[in-house]
Each structure stands twice: as structure tokens, then as C-alpha cells.
């Protein structure tokens, strides 16, 4: 039996998600992590030391360059997706990049052009697609069996922000963008809920709000979840807590909470569903159930024996929890897989298995329209826009829908 040549793979970033991205591409069998880079040089060794990595530098752009890396992960703050990913591509790698994809709905587009035209496999991290019963919800309403979809509604609840003394780089608008609960966790829901309904989101209606509008800054660059070490008080404009209303194609309705200052949830996503046959709701901190139900009936259906067993990797039996770290793993296995395979990128544009930077721009034009809305204190229309399989020419911006 001949072995399989492993991909080399270099993952930019130590901070909370990069150790974890090393984690999930070594436990998915397709990549090999040969190098880390990250800007500070005591946190990089200490990474590095602790994941076993030999190579670890703060010359990204040299590991960006070197022609023996096959496939570069940015984990890196949001700010600097779009020029590290931009270097990547034009020097022949693969990506994956952290979301938001950009801070900005123009530079995403771009970022989808340019892998379009490079033919290399690009995608963006949407974790939550990779859980096995996210992906049976989606086989369940792809089936019909909820009939057709009515309404969506959900939350994404964390407390980790919930104190003046908490800090870190997504609060610097320079850094993390002008949006921060709906581009870090809101476009996590949209992305889940276009992708198990398979209906596209077309208007929002935003109330977003900034309650804790002075924080005590870092006096380094604060991890995420980690909370501040002194400092002198920093103005912040980003949001923390956020209304959404929605509008799917088709006339369904929807609706999502999001905070990252709500005591006592820590991570506390959820979605549910409601068709004209049955409704259907999964919970990320329960992700091993999914509530099926109709007025005559309520089940729980729980992950089968062979459940997320299609990757080529046998799942952990029923009983054995799948969790977060296991979806980041099972999300890139397609990715790898494409790319093992020599599949070509531009052929498969539109019907990808894993999340595309399409996709990505997608949600970045999501969190635009929201911050126009709020800004309005109207409706605002998505763009339109074809995925990398059709039109890539310039986005329009989100429109005001009046009403008379």
C-alpha cells in the first residue's frame, strides 16, 4: 500500500484559534504542520514548544513565499486577513482564513477573484458547519421534511465582554472592524442558517447598541477570552449586543439575538427552524441532539452510529461526543481532501463541500447590510450577488427598503 504524500501546511497566528487549527488539520490525515508563524517572538516560541512545531518564525512574509508550504491557515486579527491572504494566493498556496473574511465587502470580493483566477482552494472558517447534526438538519430540510420554511430565529450569547475589564484586539475598531458581536459570532449564525435552510437571507433590520462603552485596555495585546491586565480606559464604538431581523427569499421571516455580554453564557448558540410540516432546533452546547417536532409529536433525534462517518476518517461511535474541536477537523477534511485529490478549484466553484471565500464575502456583505440598517434605523437589502461560479464584478452597497 502506498503512502499518502501528507500536505505541508503553515498556520499564521498563536492566539486563541491557531493552536486549534494545528490541532484539527494533524487529527484530519491529510496535513502535516512544518511551521507556525505569529508576531510576537516569546508568545510564538511558547507556542510552538508547546504544539511540537520545529520551524516557528516572525518572517510571515518568507514563510508565505516558501515553495515547499502547500497551504497556508490565517488565524491572525481581522485586519489583516485580506493582505495575508492575498500574499498567500499569489504565491501558489491554498488558504483558509479566519472570519470575517475582510472588514469590508469590496477586499472579500476581491479575495474571491483572485483564488478564482489562481484556481487555489480557499475557504473561510465556519466551524459549525463541520458538526454532524448540523449536516443531518440540512439533509432533513433538503428531504422536506419540514415542509417549507416559515420561520428562523436563534441566539449567540456570550459573556466573555461582560465586564468593563474585559479587553482584546476585537475592540479596536482599527483592528477588528466596525463591527464586532455581528462580524465575530452574528455571521456565525447566518452563515449556519443560509446553510441548513439553503434559502439566502435578502433584507436585515438592525438594532445594535455599545453598553459598555468604556473598557480598561490591555496593556499587551490581550488573548481572546482572557481578561485585561490593567491599563489606561479605552472609548469603544463597537457593539456589543445586537437585534436582527430578517428576511429570507421565499417570504420566510427570521430573527437572531447577539450578545457577547450576557452572564452565565459562555457559548451558547442555537438555531431552530419552523417549517409548514414540523420544526426543528439544534444547540451548539448540546450538539449531539437535534429537537424534531410536529404538533402531534416531539422527538429527540440523536447521533447515529454512522452519523459524520463520510469523511473517509470514522467518526467517534454514538455516545462519544463530537465537540467544537471536532467539527474544526471534520470542516477541513473536504478542503484537504479537494486538494489531495488535485480537484480543480474553478471546476467546482458553487457546489464546494467545505465554506468557500465566497461564502465568506457573503457574510461580510451580511454584516454591512446590518450596520447600514442600524444606521438608517430601517430595512436593508443584501446585495445581490453570484457566487465564484457566476458574476464577480463589483458588489453594489446594501439599500434602504422604505415603506410607505
Known amino acids: 500500500m502506498t503512502r499518502r504524500t501528507l500536505i505541508r501546511v503553515a498556520v499564521i497566528g498563536t492566539g486563541f484559534v491557531g493552536p486549534h487549527h494545528v490541532d484539527a488539520v494533524r487529527r484530519g490525515g491529510y496535513g502535516q504542520v512544518v511551521a507556525l508563524g505569529g508576531a510576537e517572538p516569546e508568545q510564538l516560541a511558547a507556542c510552538a514548544q508547546a504544539l511540537g512545531i520545529d520551524r516557528a518564525t516572525t518572517d510571515v512574509a518568507g514563510l508565505i513565499a516558501d515553495p515547499s508550504i502547500d497551504v497556508i491557515h490565517i488565524c491572525t486579527p481581522n485586519a489583516t486577513h485580506v493582505s495575508l491572504a492575498t500574499a498567500a494566493i499569489e504565491s501558489g498556496k491554498h488558504v483558509v482564513v479566519e472570519k470575517p473574511l475582510a472588514l469590508d465587502s469590496a477586499s472579500a470580493w476581491a479575495l474571491v477573484r483572485l483564488a478564482h483566477t489562481e484556481r487555489r482552494h480557499s475557504m473561510v472558517s465556519f466551524t459549525y458547519r463541520g458538526y454532524p447534526m448540523v449536516q443531518r438538519a440540512r439533509a432533513l430540510v433538503a428531504e422536506g421534511q419540514l415542509g417549507s420554511i416559515r420561520l428562523v430565529h436563534g441566539r449567540y450569547l456570550q459573556d466573555w465582554l461582560a465586564r468593563a475589564s474585559d479587553y482584546n484586539w476585537r475592540v479596536d475598531t482599527s483592528i477588528g472592524g466596525p463591527s464586532r458581536a455581528v462580524a465575530d459570532i452574528g455571521a456565525h449564525w447566518f ?123 470514522p467518526a467517534l461511535p454514538a455516545g462519544h461526543p463530537e465537540g467544537w474541536g471536532g467539527a474544526l477537523r471534520d470542516l477541513f477534511r473536504p478542503f484537504y481532501a479537494a486538494i489531495a485529490s488535485g480537484e480543480d478549484p474553478a471546476q467546482s466553484a458553487g457546489r464546494s463541500a467545505y465554506p468557500t471565500l465566497a461564502d465568506g464575502a457573503r457574510a461580510v456583505e451580511f454584516v454591512e447590510t446590518a450596520l447600514a440598517s442600524a444606521k438608517t434605523g430601517s430595512w436593508a437589502r443584501m446585495p445581490g450577488r453570484a457566487d465564484a461560479s457566476g458574476d464577480l464584478g463589483v458588489a453594489s452597497q446594501p439599500q434602504p427598503i422604505h415603506r410607505s
Not at 433590520?205 to 490581550?222: E, M, N, P, Q, Y
Not at 482572557?226 to 427570521?254: I, P, T, Y
Not at 455580554?261 to 414540523?278: A, P
Open 191 to 313: 452563515d449556519a442558517v443560509e446553510y441548513v435552510t439553503g434559502l439566502r437571507i435578502e433584507a436585515v433590520f438592525a438594532d445594535l447598541a455599545t453598553v459598555i462603552a468604556r473598557r480598561a485596555k490591555s496593556d499587551g495585546s490581550a488573548s481572546t477570552f482572557a481578561a485585561a491586565n490593567g491599563g489606561k480606559m479605552a472609548q469603544v464604538s463597537s457593539e456589543d449586543v445586537a437585534n436582527l431581523l430578517v428576511r429570507f427569499e421565499g417570504g420566510a421571516l427570521g430573527a437572531c439575538v447577539v450578545s457577547q455580554v450576557s452572564h452565565g453564557h459562555h457559548n451558547d448558540f442555537s438555531f431552530e427552524l419552523t417549517g409548514s410540516l414540523r420544526s426543528l432546533a439544534w444547540q451548539q452546547e448540546r450538539p449531539e441532539t437535534l429537537w424534531f417536532a410536529s404538533r402531534d409529536d416531539a422527538l429527540t433525534l440523536t447521533r447515529g452510529p454512522r452519523e459524520g462517518d463520510d469523511t473517509g476518517v
